[in-house]
Protein backbone atom coordinates (compact mmCIF):
# COMPACT_ATOMS: atom_id res chain seq x y z
CA UNK A 1 0.00 0.00 0.00
CA UNK A 2 1.52 3.70 -0.86
CA UNK A 3 1.11 6.04 1.84
CA UNK A 4 -1.28 8.10 -0.47
CA UNK A 5 -3.52 5.60 -1.01
CA UNK A 6 -3.59 4.91 2.68
CA UNK A 7 -3.89 8.76 3.70
CA UNK A 8 -8.23 8.04 1.02
CA UNK A 9 -8.28 4.84 3.60
CA UNK A 10 -8.27 7.63 6.79
CA UNK A 11 -10.51 10.28 5.06
CA UNK A 12 -12.54 7.77 3.99
CA UNK A 13 -12.71 6.50 7.68
CA UNK A 14 -13.38 10.18 9.23
CA UNK A 15 -15.95 10.66 6.15
CA UNK A 16 -17.82 6.94 6.73
CA UNK A 17 -17.88 7.41 10.69
CA UNK A 18 -19.17 10.46 10.51
CA UNK A 19 -22.05 9.89 8.09
CA UNK A 20 -23.30 6.59 10.15
CA UNK A 21 -23.30 8.66 12.79
CA UNK A 22 -25.64 11.30 11.47
CA UNK A 23 -27.81 8.51 9.62
CA UNK A 24 -28.24 7.28 13.50
CA UNK A 25 -29.20 10.94 14.92
CA UNK A 26 -31.53 11.38 11.68
CA UNK A 27 -33.37 7.99 12.71
CA UNK A 28 -33.79 8.77 15.99
CA UNK A 29 -35.13 12.26 15.40
CA UNK A 30 -37.77 10.48 13.47
CA UNK A 31 -38.55 9.64 16.55
CA UNK A 32 -39.12 12.72 18.90
CA UNK A 33 -42.87 12.85 17.80
CA UNK A 34 -44.03 9.28 18.99
CA UNK A 35 -46.86 8.53 21.25
CA UNK A 36 -45.42 7.67 24.90
CA UNK A 37 -45.45 4.23 25.85
CA UNK A 38 -48.66 3.47 28.25
CA UNK A 39 -46.22 2.27 30.58
CA UNK A 40 -44.63 5.78 30.79
CA UNK A 41 -47.31 7.90 30.49
CA UNK A 42 -47.37 9.20 33.49
CA UNK A 43 -43.80 10.36 33.11
CA UNK A 44 -44.82 13.71 31.38
CA UNK A 45 -48.00 15.94 31.44
CA UNK A 46 -48.60 17.39 28.10
CA UNK A 47 -46.74 20.62 28.48
CA UNK A 48 -43.87 19.04 30.17
CA UNK A 49 -43.81 16.53 26.86
CA UNK A 50 -43.86 19.54 24.61
CA UNK A 51 -40.97 20.60 26.53
CA UNK A 52 -39.14 17.83 26.33
CA UNK A 53 -39.59 17.13 22.38
CA UNK A 54 -38.09 20.63 21.98
CA UNK A 55 -35.40 20.38 23.80
CA UNK A 56 -34.70 17.35 22.11
CA UNK A 57 -35.14 18.68 18.73
CA UNK A 58 -32.79 21.56 19.34
CA UNK A 59 -30.21 19.44 20.51
CA UNK A 60 -30.04 17.46 17.51
CA UNK A 61 -30.28 20.29 15.25
CA UNK A 62 -27.50 21.74 17.30
CA UNK A 63 -25.36 18.42 17.28
CA UNK A 64 -25.61 18.24 13.89
CA UNK A 65 -24.13 21.33 13.20
CA UNK A 66 -20.87 20.89 15.86
CA UNK A 67 -20.40 17.78 14.31
CA UNK A 68 -20.22 19.09 10.90
CA UNK A 69 -18.23 21.82 11.63
CA UNK A 70 -15.86 19.13 13.71
CA UNK A 71 -15.42 17.06 10.41
CA UNK A 72 -14.87 20.20 8.35
CA UNK A 73 -12.16 21.22 10.67
CA UNK A 74 -10.57 17.68 10.77
CA UNK A 75 -10.87 16.83 6.94
CA UNK A 76 -9.09 20.06 6.68
CA UNK A 77 -5.77 19.66 8.97
CA UNK A 78 -5.37 15.94 6.94
CA UNK A 79 -5.86 17.98 3.35
CA UNK A 80 -3.92 20.95 4.16
CA UNK A 81 -0.98 19.35 6.00
CA UNK A 82 -1.95 20.11 8.93
CA UNK A 83 0.11 17.31 11.61
CA UNK A 84 3.24 17.74 9.32
CA UNK A 85 2.45 21.59 10.28
CA UNK A 86 2.31 21.41 14.04
CA UNK A 87 5.13 18.80 14.20
CA UNK A 88 7.19 21.34 12.12
CA UNK A 89 6.48 24.39 14.92
CA UNK A 90 7.55 21.04 17.65
CA UNK A 91 10.33 20.58 16.00
CA UNK A 92 11.70 24.09 15.77
CA UNK A 93 11.19 24.46 19.66
CA UNK A 94 12.88 21.39 20.85
CA UNK A 95 15.39 18.10 19.60
CA UNK A 96 13.67 15.76 22.25
CA UNK A 97 11.40 13.43 20.77
CA UNK A 98 9.24 13.67 23.95
CA UNK A 99 9.39 17.08 24.29
CA UNK A 100 8.23 17.10 20.97
CA UNK A 101 5.56 14.60 21.12
CA UNK A 102 4.50 17.00 24.46
CA UNK A 103 4.23 20.20 22.03
CA UNK A 104 2.89 18.55 19.25
CA UNK A 105 -0.09 17.05 21.59
CA UNK A 106 -0.61 20.16 23.57
CA UNK A 107 -0.85 21.91 20.58
CA UNK A 108 -3.41 19.85 18.98
CA UNK A 109 -5.52 19.26 21.75
CA UNK A 110 -5.93 22.40 23.35
CA UNK A 111 -6.30 24.03 19.71
CA UNK A 112 -9.09 21.57 19.55
CA UNK A 113 -10.67 22.50 22.58
CA UNK A 114 -10.64 26.49 21.64
CA UNK A 115 -12.20 25.79 18.48
CA UNK A 116 -15.22 23.79 20.17
CA UNK A 117 -15.18 26.44 23.29
CA UNK A 118 -17.67 28.57 21.72
CA UNK A 119 -20.35 25.50 21.35
CA UNK A 120 -20.14 24.40 24.48
CA UNK A 121 -20.27 27.76 25.65
CA UNK A 122 -23.49 28.17 23.80
CA UNK A 123 -24.54 24.26 24.90
CA UNK A 124 -24.52 25.63 28.55
CA UNK A 125 -25.78 29.17 28.73
CA UNK A 126 -28.41 29.16 25.52
CA UNK A 127 -29.79 25.49 25.25
CA UNK A 128 -29.16 23.85 28.80
CA UNK A 129 -30.13 27.61 30.29
CA UNK A 130 -33.20 28.13 28.12
CA UNK A 131 -34.56 24.62 29.50
CA UNK A 132 -33.67 25.60 33.18
CA UNK A 133 -30.86 22.67 33.26
CA UNK A 134 -27.74 25.07 33.63
CA UNK A 135 -26.99 26.50 37.02
CA UNK A 136 -23.07 27.45 36.23
CA UNK A 137 -21.44 30.80 36.06
CA UNK A 138 -19.51 32.16 33.31
CA UNK A 139 -16.77 32.41 35.75
CA UNK A 140 -16.85 29.03 36.61
CA UNK A 141 -17.45 27.40 33.34
CA UNK A 142 -14.08 28.45 32.32
CA UNK A 143 -11.90 27.81 35.40
CA UNK A 144 -13.62 24.68 34.99
CA UNK A 145 -11.85 24.85 31.25
CA UNK A 146 -8.62 25.85 32.77
CA UNK A 147 -8.68 23.52 35.39
CA UNK A 148 -8.93 20.48 32.83
CA UNK A 149 -6.44 21.46 30.84
CA UNK A 150 -3.94 21.98 33.55
CA UNK A 151 -5.18 18.40 34.64
CA UNK A 152 -5.09 17.36 31.15
CA UNK A 153 -1.45 18.87 30.85
CA UNK A 154 -0.15 16.94 34.36
CA UNK A 155 -1.85 13.45 34.11
CA UNK A 156 -1.82 13.19 30.30
CA UNK A 157 1.76 14.76 30.17
CA UNK A 158 3.05 12.34 32.34
CA UNK A 159 1.63 9.21 31.16
CA UNK A 160 2.69 9.96 28.16
CA UNK A 161 6.33 10.70 28.85
CA UNK A 162 6.03 7.72 30.81
CA UNK A 163 5.46 5.40 27.71
CA UNK A 164 7.45 7.57 25.04
CA UNK A 165 10.28 7.03 27.72
CA UNK A 166 9.58 2.79 27.55
CA UNK A 167 9.33 2.93 23.52
CA UNK A 168 13.07 4.63 23.51
CA UNK A 169 14.34 2.10 25.68
CA UNK A 170 12.53 -1.15 24.75
CA UNK A 171 11.78 -0.61 21.45
CA UNK A 172 7.97 -2.20 20.00
CA UNK A 173 8.12 -4.14 23.22
CA UNK A 174 7.22 -0.51 24.77
CA UNK A 175 3.43 -1.60 24.61
CA UNK A 176 4.22 -4.31 27.63
CA UNK A 177 5.05 -1.45 30.01
CA UNK A 178 2.96 1.05 28.44
CA UNK A 179 0.45 -1.68 29.43
CA UNK A 180 1.08 -2.38 33.07
CA UNK A 181 1.45 1.67 33.36
CA UNK A 182 -2.15 2.11 32.47
CA UNK A 183 -3.06 -0.87 34.21
CA UNK A 184 -1.54 0.88 37.40
CA UNK A 185 -2.82 4.12 36.86
CA UNK A 186 -6.69 2.74 35.79
CA UNK A 187 -7.07 0.73 39.54
CA UNK A 188 -5.45 3.96 41.57
CA UNK A 189 -8.00 5.78 39.67
CA UNK A 190 -10.71 3.76 40.08
CA UNK A 191 -9.95 3.59 43.98
CA UNK A 192 -8.95 7.47 44.37
CA UNK A 193 -11.17 9.45 41.40
CA UNK A 194 -13.53 10.94 44.46
CA UNK A 195 -10.81 11.49 46.61
CA UNK A 196 -8.09 13.65 44.29
CA UNK A 197 -9.82 14.56 41.58
CA UNK A 198 -13.37 15.07 42.38
CA UNK A 199 -12.39 17.81 45.06
CA UNK A 200 -10.76 19.81 42.41
CA UNK A 201 -14.14 20.44 40.78
CA UNK A 202 -16.69 19.83 43.20
CA UNK A 203 -17.35 19.80 47.09
CA UNK A 204 -18.09 16.65 48.42
CA UNK A 205 -19.61 16.49 51.90
CA UNK A 206 -20.68 13.86 54.82
CA UNK A 207 -24.36 12.92 54.57
CA UNK A 208 -25.97 14.64 57.52
CA UNK A 209 -27.63 12.84 60.59
CA UNK A 210 -31.79 12.36 59.59
CA UNK A 211 -33.71 9.62 57.90
CA UNK A 212 -32.27 9.25 55.00
CA UNK A 213 -28.80 8.60 56.04
CA UNK A 214 -30.32 5.93 58.67
CA UNK A 215 -32.30 4.51 55.87
CA UNK A 216 -29.61 4.11 53.74
CA UNK A 217 -27.53 2.71 56.50
CA UNK A 218 -30.22 0.33 57.75
CA UNK A 219 -30.45 -1.31 54.11
CA UNK A 220 -26.72 -1.17 53.63
CA UNK A 221 -26.75 -3.66 57.14
CA UNK A 222 -29.17 -5.62 55.75
CA UNK A 223 -27.54 -6.83 52.70
CA UNK A 224 -24.23 -7.29 54.51
CA UNK A 225 -22.38 -4.25 52.06
CA UNK A 226 -20.14 -1.95 54.26
CA UNK A 227 -21.13 2.09 54.28
CA UNK A 228 -18.89 3.72 56.66
CA UNK A 229 -19.31 6.72 54.60
CA UNK A 230 -21.85 8.20 52.40
CA UNK A 231 -21.17 11.90 49.98
CA UNK A 232 -23.32 14.04 48.71
CA UNK A 233 -21.98 16.16 45.65
CA UNK A 234 -22.78 19.71 45.04
CA UNK A 235 -23.83 19.00 41.36
CA UNK A 236 -26.31 21.49 42.03
CA UNK A 237 -23.91 24.59 41.11
CA UNK A 238 -23.71 23.32 38.00
CA UNK A 239 -26.74 21.83 36.31
CA UNK A 240 -30.18 20.55 37.71
CA UNK A 241 -29.74 17.42 36.77
CA UNK A 242 -29.42 14.22 39.10
CA UNK A 243 -27.16 11.67 39.84
CA UNK A 244 -25.24 9.10 42.04
CA UNK A 245 -22.43 6.79 41.48
CA UNK A 246 -20.86 4.08 42.97
CA UNK A 247 -16.52 4.14 43.30
CA UNK A 248 -13.70 2.61 44.58
CA UNK A 249 -13.43 -1.40 45.75
CA UNK A 250 -12.58 -2.86 48.94
CA UNK A 251 -12.07 0.15 52.12
CA UNK A 252 -12.26 2.71 49.47
CA UNK A 253 -15.38 2.20 47.94
CA UNK A 254 -17.65 4.57 48.53
CA UNK A 255 -21.38 5.56 47.36
CA UNK A 256 -21.76 9.74 46.32
CA UNK A 257 -25.03 11.68 45.60
CA UNK A 258 -25.92 14.29 44.04
CA UNK A 259 -27.81 17.01 46.19
CA UNK A 260 -29.80 17.16 42.90
CA UNK A 261 -30.63 14.06 43.56
CA UNK A 262 -31.84 14.10 47.41
CA UNK A 263 -33.61 17.06 46.18
CA UNK A 264 -35.72 15.71 43.28
CA UNK A 265 -36.46 12.14 45.34
CA UNK A 266 -38.32 10.76 48.13
CA UNK A 267 -36.42 8.94 50.60
CA UNK A 268 -37.32 5.16 49.61
CA UNK A 269 -36.35 6.27 46.19
CA UNK A 270 -32.81 7.42 47.18
CA UNK A 271 -33.03 4.31 48.65
CA UNK A 272 -33.65 2.37 46.19
CA UNK A 273 -31.24 4.28 44.11
CA UNK A 274 -28.52 3.13 46.96
CA UNK A 275 -29.47 -0.57 46.23
CA UNK A 276 -29.35 -0.55 42.40
CA UNK A 277 -25.49 0.61 42.67
CA UNK A 278 -24.82 -1.59 45.97
CA UNK A 279 -25.88 -4.35 43.03
CA UNK A 280 -23.16 -3.04 40.67
CA UNK A 281 -20.83 -4.08 43.37
CA UNK A 282 -22.96 -7.01 45.05
CA UNK A 283 -22.37 -8.20 41.08
CA UNK A 284 -18.44 -7.65 40.58
CA UNK A 285 -19.41 -4.94 37.60
CA UNK A 286 -16.61 -2.76 38.75
CA UNK A 287 -14.25 -5.18 38.79
CA UNK A 288 -15.17 -7.10 35.63
CA UNK A 289 -15.09 -3.12 33.67
CA UNK A 290 -11.90 -2.18 35.35
CA UNK A 291 -10.36 -5.98 34.17
CA UNK A 292 -11.68 -5.89 30.77
CA UNK A 293 -10.96 -2.08 30.26
CA UNK A 294 -7.12 -2.78 30.91
CA UNK A 295 -7.63 -6.13 28.46
CA UNK A 296 -8.87 -3.78 25.88
CA UNK A 297 -5.83 -1.66 26.35
CA UNK A 298 -3.38 -4.17 26.41
CA UNK A 299 -4.73 -5.37 22.73
CA UNK A 300 -4.49 -1.57 21.66
CA UNK A 301 -1.24 -1.50 22.65
CA UNK A 302 0.07 -4.34 21.21
CA UNK A 303 -1.73 -3.34 17.85
CA UNK A 304 -0.11 0.17 17.85
CA UNK A 305 3.51 -1.66 18.28
CA UNK A 306 3.53 -2.66 15.15
CA UNK A 307 2.56 0.50 13.53
CA UNK A 308 4.29 3.24 15.85
CA UNK A 309 7.33 3.67 13.62
CA UNK A 310 6.08 3.53 10.46
CA UNK A 311 7.20 5.80 7.70
CA UNK A 312 3.98 4.49 5.52
CA UNK A 313 2.06 6.28 8.40
CA UNK A 314 4.09 9.52 8.76
CA UNK A 315 4.13 9.96 4.75
CA UNK A 316 0.39 9.25 4.48
CA UNK A 317 0.14 12.78 6.56
CA UNK A 318 3.16 14.27 4.75
CA UNK A 319 5.70 13.83 7.59
CA UNK A 320 8.91 12.56 6.08
CA UNK A 321 10.51 11.46 9.90
CA UNK A 322 8.58 9.08 11.59
CA UNK A 323 7.86 9.21 15.06
CA UNK A 324 5.50 8.23 18.04
CA UNK A 325 3.48 10.90 18.19
CA UNK A 326 2.68 11.01 13.85
CA UNK A 327 2.02 7.16 14.46
CA UNK A 328 -0.35 7.55 17.26
CA UNK A 329 -2.61 10.12 15.46
CA UNK A 330 -2.83 7.80 11.83
CA UNK A 331 -3.48 4.51 14.39
CA UNK A 332 -5.46 6.01 15.85
CA UNK A 333 -8.10 6.98 12.98
CA UNK A 334 -7.10 3.54 11.48
CA UNK A 335 -8.21 1.68 14.52
CA UNK A 336 -11.34 3.32 14.28
CA UNK A 337 -13.57 0.85 13.18
CA UNK A 338 -11.71 -1.66 15.87
CA UNK A 339 -12.82 0.44 18.57
CA UNK A 340 -16.39 0.78 17.54
CA UNK A 341 -17.11 -2.73 17.28
CA UNK A 342 -15.51 -3.07 21.21
CA UNK A 343 -17.47 -0.44 22.20
CA UNK A 344 -20.75 -2.04 21.50
CA UNK A 345 -19.69 -5.24 23.30
CA UNK A 346 -18.74 -2.45 26.19
CA UNK A 347 -22.28 -0.84 25.66
CA UNK A 348 -23.60 -4.79 25.58
CA UNK A 349 -22.13 -5.90 28.84
CA UNK A 350 -22.95 -2.39 30.47
CA UNK A 351 -26.99 -3.03 29.55
CA UNK A 352 -26.89 -6.33 30.86
CA UNK A 353 -25.41 -4.97 34.20
CA UNK A 354 -28.25 -2.45 34.52
CA UNK A 355 -30.81 -5.31 34.28
CA UNK A 356 -28.63 -7.06 37.01
CA UNK A 357 -28.32 -4.20 39.06
CA UNK A 358 -32.29 -3.08 38.78
CA UNK A 359 -32.34 -6.83 39.54
CA UNK A 360 -30.82 -6.61 42.58
CA UNK A 361 -32.74 -3.60 44.41
CA UNK A 362 -35.98 -5.37 43.56
CA UNK A 363 -35.24 -8.34 45.30
CA UNK A 364 -33.57 -6.49 48.11
CA UNK A 365 -35.42 -3.50 48.39
CA UNK A 366 -38.26 -2.28 46.09
CA UNK A 367 -38.98 -2.52 42.88
CA UNK A 368 -41.74 0.50 42.54
CA UNK A 369 -39.27 2.90 44.18
CA UNK A 370 -36.83 2.21 41.88
CA UNK A 371 -39.39 2.63 38.87
CA UNK A 372 -40.82 6.03 40.67
CA UNK A 373 -37.21 7.47 41.17
CA UNK A 374 -35.96 6.20 37.59
CA UNK A 375 -39.05 8.11 36.29
CA UNK A 376 -38.65 11.21 37.84
CA UNK A 377 -34.77 11.43 37.08
CA UNK A 378 -36.00 10.89 33.16
CA UNK A 379 -38.54 13.47 33.70
CA UNK A 380 -36.20 16.11 34.99
CA UNK A 381 -33.65 15.52 32.51
CA UNK A 382 -36.38 16.05 29.86
CA UNK A 383 -35.47 12.29 28.99
CA UNK A 384 -35.99 11.00 25.17
CA UNK A 385 -38.86 8.34 26.32
CA UNK A 386 -39.05 6.64 22.54
CA UNK A 387 -35.25 6.19 21.03
CA UNK A 388 -34.38 4.38 17.75
CA UNK A 389 -33.82 0.54 18.74
CA UNK A 390 -31.00 0.92 16.37
CA UNK A 391 -29.70 4.25 17.85
CA UNK A 392 -30.21 2.72 21.41
CA UNK A 393 -27.90 -0.68 20.44
CA UNK A 394 -25.07 1.56 18.55
CA UNK A 395 -24.57 4.05 21.77
CA UNK A 396 -26.76 3.51 24.55
CA UNK A 397 -24.63 2.16 27.64
CA UNK A 398 -28.15 1.65 29.87
CA UNK A 399 -31.44 0.22 28.80
CA UNK A 400 -34.33 2.74 27.85
CA UNK A 401 -36.31 3.25 30.61
CA UNK A 402 -39.22 1.46 28.70
CA UNK A 403 -37.17 -1.28 29.00
CA UNK A 404 -36.03 -0.90 32.75
CA UNK A 405 -39.94 -0.82 33.69
CA UNK A 406 -41.00 -3.89 31.85
CA UNK A 407 -38.05 -5.95 33.65
CA UNK A 408 -38.72 -4.32 36.67
CA UNK A 409 -42.45 -5.38 36.41
CA UNK A 410 -41.70 -8.51 34.92
CA UNK A 411 -39.60 -9.41 37.90
CA UNK A 412 -41.90 -8.18 40.36
Known amino acids: ?13 III ?4 DKLLDYLNAQHFNDAVPPLLEDVYNKEEYQK ?9 KFSTLVSTFSIIITLAFFLFDGFAFVDKIARNLSNNEIIISLIFFGIIMIGSDLLTLPFSYYQNFVIEKKYGFNKSTKKLFFIDKVKGWLLMIVLGGAILTTIMWFYQLTGKNFWIYAWALVAVFSIF ?5 STLVVPLFNKQTLLEDGELKTELEKFAKKVGFSLDKIFVIDGSKRSTKANAYFTGFGKKKRIVLYDTLINDLETDEIVAVLAHEIGHYKKNHVIFNMIASILLTGLTLYILSFFIDSKLLANALAVEQPSFHIGLIAFGILYTPISEITGLVMNYFSRMFEYQADNYAKNYFDAKALITSLKKLSKNSLSNLTPHKTYVFMHYSHPTLLQRVQNLLSAS
Open 1 to 13: MTSQLLFYVIIAI
Open 52 to 60: SKKYKKENY
Open 189 to 193: MTMFY
Open 17 to 20: NYLI
